[in-house]
């Protein structure tokens, strides 16, 4: 998001299409990291959506406490879900698929259901992007070094000084340093590896998306492809291969008259 709104502002995206990025998540009360993730977001929010550069084309929501209630709205008014685990994590669960199933196109890894969603999909009907799970335990062998990493990217070298320099977290310009230094000295999940691959993705979805016809084709082939999906099948599936038992037919007695 700091990335399209930084191209945005300086006027060098001018044909994207319009974008509300929504964000839902919870953080446990001592899990540091997570909650000043979330603090990020609303610093995010609250700069991008004051900025008249950027007005009624980027907006930034993020959305508390997110439960099934909200799940009901959330999934059939999205046109984009962001499935952005690094790959071999298995991090991505069945929000993937309930977006799919309610016309949502992926963008996403090669990790969890989004292998079999784009499988089931079809790849030209699915955004891939990012290192394999092959990838990503290859770059952790030979010494992966975020720090060269980002030596090669100057457009995220800008998204970091952005947070670096206060911009989002005016008057308290170190708030979101213990980030940058997750990031620069780890990198974990490998993110500043994937970025560039990612944004390329991003700029293929936001082609797609200028074609009406095309990305309403392909929306309805993620939910018409989406079957396999189905409680039902999913159900018998570990009957039959895990539980090893069969159905139990039960015989009803007709109605007394």
Do not use: C
């Not at 396999?228 to 159900?235: G, N, P, Q, T």
């Not at 570990?238 to 090893?244: F, G, L, Q, R, T």
């Amino acid at each position: 998001v700091i990335h399209r709104y930084l191209q945005l502002r300086q006027n060098l995206q001018p044909e994207v299409p319009p974008r509300t990025v929504v964000f839902g998540g919870k953080a446990a009360p001592g899990y540091f990291q997570a909650k000043l993730i979330i603090r990020l977001i609303h610093a995010v929010a609250h700069v991008v959506n004051q900025d008249p550069a950027v007005q009624g084309r980027l907006r930034v929501a993020f959305i508390p406490n997110f439960n099934v209630k909200q799940a009901q709205q959330i999934y059939p008014a999205a046109d984009l879900s962001e499935q952005i685990s690094t790959a071999g994590k298995e991090a991505s669960g069945t929000g993937n698929m309930k977006f799919a199933l309610n016309g949502a196109l992926t963008i996403g890894t090669l990790d969890g259901a989004n292998i079999e969603i784009r499988e089931q999909v079809g790849a030209e009907n699915f955004f891939l992007f990012g290192l394999t799970a092959a990838e990503v335990e290859q770059r952790r062998a030979a010494g992966y070094n975020p720090g060269e990493e980002l030596a090669r990217q100057p457009d995220l070298q800008a998204v970091i000084e952005a947070l670096r320099s206060g911009e989002f977290s005016p008057g308290q310009p170190g708030l979101f340093q213990p980030l940058i230094d997750s990031l620069l000295h780890r990198d974990d999940y490998l993110l500043f590896a994937d970025f560039a691959s990612y944004v390329d993705a991003q700029a293929r979805v936001d082609a797609a998306y200028r074609d009406a016809e095309h990305w309403t084709r392909m929306s309805i082939l993620n939910v018409a492809r989406m079957g396999l999906f189905s409680s039902d099948r999913a159900i018998r599936e570990y009957a039959e291969e895990i539980w090893k038992v069969t159905p139990v037919p039960i015989e009803l007695e007709p109605p007394s008259r």
